[in-house]
Antibody
Framework: QVSLVESGGGVVQPGRSLRLSCAASGFISTDYAMHWVRQSPARGLEWLAFASSDGSLKYHADSVKGRFTVSRDTAKNILYLDMTGLTREDTAVYFC?????????????WGQGTQVTVSS | TQMTQSPSTLSASVGDRVTITCRASQNIRTSVAWYQQKSGKAPRPLIYKTSNLESGVPSRFSGSGFGIDFTLTISGLQPDDSATYFCQQYKNYWTFGRGTRVEIK
């Protein structure tokens, strides 16, 4: 069955960096585009980044552009989110999600989420 | 594209018909999905492309709309439906509504 497992969250000081990982299994990951989404009480559900099935095409939300970078290792079936210059506003639960298809680009599977807390 | 969802909270009785709406800030045709989220869990997809039911989702859930106005309806509310519901547009990148918390009286 499809499984997405995020890791790498934790408590980090403002200004520091963090890398999140999302390990995919149960499907051919190179057939699917992938996303990062975060959720906080203040900002709700917020889409952050898209990576195409082969990782060649990437989009980032304006709110994180220049600070966050999505990438994927297709050989290892892992999606990454590199986050730099973290601020308290980045405190949230971070989810990875699989995109259904290009024509129906909703998220059909989600990971369980990893908590990121930015605090001194 | 902004998604304005209402109401933010609703309380209804078992068996009631419940309606949640989302209004898009621009025409997104039918590129809307609806998700259910329970406390501490990831969102679960219910409906995609406005009205298509995700596999395994009970038929009491339905969706409708086109362009800018969209609706999620629960026909015959059940105790297990107590959750927060989100709309999402995927026509212009991806954005979510702020959610509707559904409580059972």
């Amino acid at each position: 069955q499809v499984s997405l497992v995020e890791s790498g969250g934790g408590v980090v000081q403002p200004g520091r960096s963090l890398r999140l990982s999302c390990a995919a299994s149960g499907f051919i990951s190179t057939d699917y585009a992938m996303h990062w989404v975060r959720q906080s009480p203040a900002r709700g559900l917020e889409w952050l980044a898209f990576a195409s099935s082969d990782g060649s095409l990437k989009y980032h939300a304006d709110s994180v552009k220049g600070r966050f970078t999505v990438s994927r290792d297709t050989a290892k079936n892992i999606l990454y989110l590199d986050m730099t210059g973290l601020t308290r506003e980045d405190t949230a639960v971070y989810f990875c999600a699989r995109q259904f298809t290009a024509s129906a680009a909703y998220f059909d599977y989600w990971g369980q989420g990893t908590q990121v807390t930015v605090s001194s | 594209t902004q998604m304005t969802q209402s109401p933010s909270t609703l309380s209804a009785s078992v068996g009631d018909r419940v309606t949640i709406t989302c209004r898009a800030s621009q025409n997104i045709r039918t590129s809307v999905a609806w998700y259910q989220q329970k406390s501490g869990k990831a969102p679960r997809p219910l409906i995609y492309k406005t009205s298509n039911l995700e596999s395994g989702v009970p038929s009491r859930f339905s969706g409708s709309g086109f362009g800018i106005d969209f609706t999620l309806t629960i026909s015959g509310l059940q105790p297990d439906d107590s959750a927060t519901y989100f709309c999402q547009q995927y026509k212009n990148y991806w954005t979510f509504g702020r959610g509707t918390r559904v409580e059972i009286k």
